[in-house]
């Protein structure tokens, strides 16, 4: 049903009429203000001050659009699409967190340092959790670097855990395959990813300087050359002017030592030294003129850094502290040259001017030098050592190149194929050893004895030689001067110890007997007598 207006017509198209006599105009304000701040306010009156009723909801109204439902009118509202899935590689590709660290090396080998600091960047991929540690390279350094550890994922801890982002933070010290690094700062993004992630970030470090690195940043050396006597002037001068000294080389502590005369030669010119031998007819010594070479001699070779690379390269005039020059020359004076002591003993009439001119020396007296060759040492044998036979480590010390042993040749003809053979049983502690029967043999060409042990049925214990042939000797004798076994030690009933190994002598042969009585002058009459025992029992 249509609105009507006060004046009773329809609120229609074609019967709305406009008042002539309305002046005002102005539009409500939809805005108030309470406490100085604007709030919205709903109008209650139109254009002019009309009041306003298609606004003005009764209560039957406000309670019936309360209880209305939309869906009922409307229909079920759609739902939103569900938001598009990224795998971790698209989201995060490209996205690396950046921390700076350091790690300290322990230095060895040089005296000069005890650790270096060694700067490292530590990459973390976030896409698939792998970590890469980069050292940034420096010129000249000396030290490979680069890429210290690929990447990849890290291990933790032993439980399999990996090191994740989470673990990361500015201040801690990071340990990578036993390594610690100390990381101490991080670029812009890592730190805005931290911060929207919830982490908070400890403050930046300062990584300690590097002493090795402070030391190579010392100003270079500064030389200053002398202009009052510069080298052509010294060349003009000095040129053809040679300081001759006559000296001794005093090698009489070495074997065949003795006192061979040289000449010293010392050149002004450029403050090098030369020593020649003086050459006698028939002195036994073989022509080498020159024992030191013209050269700048140092003082004290040794005298130099120890991170000096001798091996491979020479010694200048930075490395060596001091050099010979003429004060250090005089007569009766003894020098230290590459580890000869070399006695001046005299020098010739223009090296005594010169030092009476520049130095004010006037004492120039020779020293008488002559001397023999000093005693051959006598040579004392070393004791023996254990290894081999006696006689073997004597040939070793009485010839460059060991000769064998001689034999008695005589002995082994006479006695050859001449065996001694007694039965033995084995004393020790354990039951099973008691029962043990041996056979020892003893050569009378060389003295040496073996032992056999027959094998026994049911004995658990494999027969067969027990001791190869060998000199035994006897118990508590010393080891230069050994006493060894012989036919008189092997008496029916005697302990023999063989290598902490004790037998006792239970029977033997009839050969045996018949050797010691043809030889009964060399034998004890106890030993023969024994055996003589064992043998009629047996019969």
Not at 111 to 129: A, G, I, M, N, T
Not at 390 to 407: F, G, H, I, R, T
Not at 473 to 494: L, Q, T
């Amino acid at each position: 049903m249509a609105t009507t207006r006060a004046d009773g017509l329809p609120f229609l198209p074609g019967n709305s009429f406009h008042d002539p006599t309305k002046t005002r105009y102005h539009v409500s304000n939809t805005l108030k203000f309470k406490n100085g701040y604007a709030q919205q306010h709903s109008p209650v009156v139109g254009l002019g001050g009309d009041m306003l009723t298609a606004n003005q909801l009764s209560e039957s109204d406000l309670d019936e659009l309360a209880n209305k439902m939309p869906t009922l009118t409307y229909g079920q509202a759609k739902q939103s699409p569900p938001e598009t899935f990224v795998p971790a590689h698209l989201a995060f590709d490209k996205k690396v967190l950046k921390f700076y660290g350091y790690f300290k090396e322990t230095v060895h080998e040089s005296p000069q340092e005890f650790y270096r600091v060694r700067p490292v960047e530590v990459f973390y991929y976030l896409e698939d959790d792998s970590i890469s540690v980069v050292e940034p390279h420096v010129e000249n350094s000396g030290m490979p670097q680069g890429k210290l550890i690929k990447r990849q994922r890290l291990p933790k801890d032993d439980q399999g855990n990996h090191w994740h982002w989470k673990d990361l933070n500015v201040g801690i010290n990071a340990v990578f395959y036993g390594k610690s690094f100390r990381i101490t700062n991080c670029d812009k993004f890592t730190m805005n990813f931290m911060e929207s992630e919830g982490l908070v970030l400890n403050e930046p470090e300062t990584a300690p300087k590097d002493p090795y690195t402070d030391s190579r940043k010392q100003p270079l050396r500064s030389y200053t050359t002398r202009s009052d006597f510069d080298k052509l002037k010294k060349y003009l001068e000095l040129d053809r002017k040679v300081l001759r000294f006559y000296c001794v080389w005093d090698d009489r502590d070495s074997m065949f030592g003795e006192m061979r005369p040289y000449v010293l030669h010392y050149f002004l010119v450029d403050d090098t030294i030369e020593i020649r031998e003086v050459q006698k007819p028939n002195d036994g010594h073989d022509p080498f003129p020159v024992l030191l070479r013209r050269q700048r001699l140092p003082k004290n070779r040794s005298d130099i850094h120890s991170s000096f690379p001798m091996i491979v390269m020479e010694l200048t005039d930075h490395e060596v502290k001091e050099w010979f020059n003429p004060q250090d020359f005089a007569i009766g004076k003894t020098l230290f040259i590459y580890g000869r002591r070399v006695l001046i003993y005299d020098c010739d009439d223009f090296t005594k001017n010169y030092y009476r001119q520049v130095f004010g020396q006037t004492s120039f007296e020779p020293i008488p030098v002559s001397g023999l060759a000093s005693e051959l040492p006598k040579m004392k044998l070393p004791p023996y050592n254990g290894f081999g036979s006696l006689e073997d480590s004597l040939q070793n010390c009485l010839s460059l190149v060991p000769q064998p042993p001689k034999k008695d040749f005589i002995k082994m003809l006479e006695n050859d194929h001449k065996i001694l053979r007694y039965e033995a049983m084995m004393e020790s502690e354990r039951p099973d050893e008691r029962n043990r029967r041996f056979i020892i043999s003893y050569r009378l060409s060389d003295d040496m004895v073996s032992i056999f042990e027959p094998p026994q049925r049911n004995s658990g214990i494999i027969g067969g030689k027990f001791l190869e042939a060998t000199r035994i000797s006897k118990p508590n004798s010393s080891v230069e001067n050994p006493d060894f076994y012989g036919p008189s030690d092997f008496a029916i009933g005697a302990t023999i110890q063989v290598f902490k190994h004790r037998f006792t002598i239970t029977n033997c042969d009839e050969y045996v007997l018949k050797v010691l009585e043809q030889n009964s002058d060399q034998y004890p009459l106890s030993t023969i007598n024994s055996i003589r025992a064992a043998h009629q029992k047996t019969q």
